[in-house]
């Protein structure tokens, strides 16, 4: 595998249900982004982890949970969704240093859908 | 805090035809980067622009960065219908801010 792979690529679910996004990057990154795409709202920065630390938590209720256990991989954990959490859920991750630094690289996204 | 606006949101336009895509932005950056999303995809890097002046170029598309007027443009010259996509820019502060999105429809 190369660059950055999401799975699933797609998935609906109840409101009630509880899911995960998993989130894998093969290009030796350190930090690490979820992102939330809809009409409403073009791309909307979630969270950031930067060496595994989180650094960013844009306002994000607390039914959106993340998890990054190593700077490789990240968890987009679900709970309790609503409708209107239905949207394209995209990773991404970039270098902290060097000459290609902060320029990020995305994955394929995460169709998500909650009935 | 950094803000990063785009214009136009929404461009439809003829093949063969040239427009620019403007992107300003409110903090000093010397950073700025052009993605590609076609629909239903993900986002795809177009260019890295990294100093006061810098142009790149591919293809059909060009990109240019002003970092005094805080402006980068994306040019794009005879425009044809695989160009069909939106466009974000993207600036570098304490990380990476991105635009709106410029939706862009090439009509033949």
């Known amino acids: 595998e190369t660059g950055v792979t999401q799975t699933p690529r797609h998935l609906v679910m109840g409101m009630t249900n509880k899911k995960s996004l998993k989130c894998e990057q093969h290009?030796?990154?350190?930090?690490m982004y979820w992102y939330k795409q809809s009409a409403k709202k073009p791309l909307e920065l979630m969270f950031v982890?930067?060496?595994?630390?989180?650094?960013e938590n844009n306002s994000v209720p607390s039914r959106f949970s993340p998890e990054c256990p190593n700077s490789s991989h990240l968890f987009l954990h679900l709970h309790t969704l609503q409708p209107e959490d239905s949207a394209l859920y995209l990773c991404?991750?970039?270098?902290?240093?060097?000459?290609?630094?902060?320029?990020?690289?995305f994955g394929p996204g995460t169709r998500l859908t909650v009935t | 805090e950094l803000k990063v606006e785009q214009n136009p949101l929404f461009l439809s336009m003829q093949e063969g035809k040239n427009y620019t895509i403007y992107c300003n932005y409110s903090?000093?950056?010397?950073?700025l980067y052009w993605y590609r999303q076609d629909p239903g995809k993900s986002l795809e890097s177009l260019f890295v622009?990294?100093?006061?002046?810098a142009v790149k170029q591919e293809g059909r598309l060009m990109a240019s960065l002003d970092t005094k007027a805080r402006l980068s443009t994306l040019h794009i010259t005879a425009a044809v219908h695989d160009l069909s996509a939106t466009y974000f820019c993207?600036?570098?502060?304490?990380?990476?801010?991105f635009g709106a999105g410029t939706r862009l429809t090439v009509k033949p």
């Open positions: 991404a991750s970039s270098r902290l240093t060097g000459g290609d630094s902060y320029e990020q690289y």
């Open positions: 993207a600036v570098v502060y304490s990380d990476m801010r």
């Open positions: 982890y930067n060496f595994k630390e989180q650094t």
């Open positions: 903090t000093t950056s010397d950073r």
């Open positions: 290009l030796g990154h350190n930090a």
């Open positions: 622009l990294l100093s006061n002046g």
